[in-house]
T-cell receptor, first 116, second 114 residues
Framework: KQEVTQIPAALSVPEGENLVLNCSFTDSAIYNLQWFRQDPGKGLTSLLL?????REQTSGRLNASLDKSSGRSTLYIAASQPGDSATYLCAVRFLISSGSARQLTFGSGTQLTVLP | NAGVTQTPKFQVLKTGQSMTLQCAQD?????MYWYRQDPGMGLRLIYYSASEGTTDKGEVPNGYNVSRLNKREFSLRLESAAPSQTSVYFCASSPRELSYNEQFFGPGTRLTVL
């Protein structure tokens, strides 16, 4: 079964620290991978989208990497701030044998708290 | 642009009642989606509409029906609500299916079935 896992489920760091959030997936045949941010009681905001042919994407203090062969993606947040506190979700669109792709499969998220 | 809007924001139902969750997007997107999110789990796809006039089942379609009313609107109906349908429901849209583009999400509807 094609699954997405995010460990740990929760993480607390002091302000200013650089941190890495992890996402692992069970099948290297993917179409793309997307990182989202979800604030409490809110919807999801797309942060970065990485196509299967790409190794990384950057946006401001965020950098997402993709290693299909090992089934891993990481979201690097530089110089963390209390405003970065949120749940971060990883979602993968897996390929299927016909050459098309499945819908997004989501991980359960990592709840990040950045302490002032 | 309002993006993706959902109504209502909150709803409490009794077992067996029916209701329709509304979703609209003003980004001229072709594809629309309905997800549910349960505690400790990621989002799971209920139904999607790749383009106006088409709908397809996702991972967890049982107990739900959908209608793609027009390009802008995609509704989710619970015909006979069950406690297992207590969840947060998100609508999303994207420019087109299997594209290089992202999915954009609404703020969610928090549904409790007693």
């Amino acid at each position: 079964k094609q699954e997405v896992t995010q460990i740990p489920a929760a993480l607390s760091v002091p302000e200013g620290e650089n941190l890495v959030l992890n996402c692992s997936f069970t099948d290297s045949a993917i179409y793309n991978l997307q990182w989202f941010r979800q604030d409490p009681g809110k919807g999801l905001t797309s942060l970065l989208l990485i196509q299967s042919s790409q190794r990384e994407q950057t946006s401001g203090r965020l950098n997402a990497s993709l290693d299909k062969s090992s089934g891993r993606s990481t979201l690097y947040i530089a110089a963390s701030q209390p405003g970065d506190s949120a749940t971060y979700l990883c979602a993968v669109r897996f390929l299927i044998s016909s050459g098309s792709a499945r819908q997004l499969t989501f991980g359960s998220g990592t709840q990040l708290t950045v302490l002032p | 642009n309002a993006g993706v809007t959902q109504t209502p924001k909150f709803q409490v139902l009794k077992t067996g009642q029916s209701m329709t969750l509304q979703c609209a997007q003003d980004m001229n997107h072709n594809s629309m989606y309905w997800y549910r999110q349960d505690p400790g789990m990621g989002l799971r796809l209920i139904y999607y509409s790749a383009s106006e006039g088409t709908t397809d089942k996702g991972e967890v379609p049982n107990g739900y029906n959908v209608s793609r009313l027009n390009k802008r609107e995609f509704s989710l109906r619970l015909e006979s609500a069950a406690p297992s349908q207590t969840s947060v429901y998100f609508c999303a849209s994207s420019p087109r299916e299997l594209s290089y583009n992202e999915q954009f999400f609404g703020p969610g509807t928090r549904l409790t079935v007693l």
